[in-house]
């Protein structure tokens, strides 16, 4: 995979996984956390940073087995049988 294509996809990671991450960090604060706004907010935060540190790892990873099984499926089975 070229860099330019991982870097890109590392840089829509970051924001992305940080809005999914304040979303179900929001979410399960407000349960673990039964005081109002508190647990929300702080559920948030957490999630957020967590989400953006995850983000572009899982991106990476996803991006790289794709290829990789594109690159596996493309290949002519019979050059590999010669090899």
Do not use: Y
């Not at 995979?1 to 991982?6: F, G, H, K």
């Amino acid at each position: 995979m070229s860099e330019s294509v991982a870097d890109k996809a590392e840089q829509a990671a970051r924001p992305a996984g940080a809005f999914a991450g304040m979303l179900s960090g929001a979410r399960l604060g407000s349960s673990a956390i039964p005081v109002p706004i508190v647990g929300t907010f702080v559920g948030g935060v957490v999630g957020g940073v967590v989400g953006a540190e995850l983000g572009p790892r899982l991106v990476r990873a996803c991006v790289e087995g794709g290829l990789t099984f594109w690159n596996t499926l493309s290949k002519d089975p019979s050059a590999e049988a010669e090899s």
